[in-house]
């Protein structure tokens, strides 16, 4: 994997705002987070 794929977030916001840009329908997206950062709300917004 290319470094330049690889993106980390400090807030959710952000990278929901990153993700809707550059995703694609067939792609496939490894979401790395704590459940105390909330990553549920990605999947959501990312997906809906």
């Known amino acids: ?3 330049k794929d690889v993106y980390t ?3 959710n916001e952000d990278a929901i ?3 809707n840009e550059l995703k694609k329908s067939e792609d496939c ?4 987070a704590s459940q105390s950062m ?7 917004k990312i997906y809906s």
């Open 1 to 3: 994997m290319n470094e």
């Open 9 to 11: 977030f400090d807030k």
């Open 38 to 44: 909330n990553f549920k709300e990605i999947i959501e």
């Open 17 to 19: 705002k990153r993700l």
């Open 29 to 32: 997206i490894l979401v790395k």
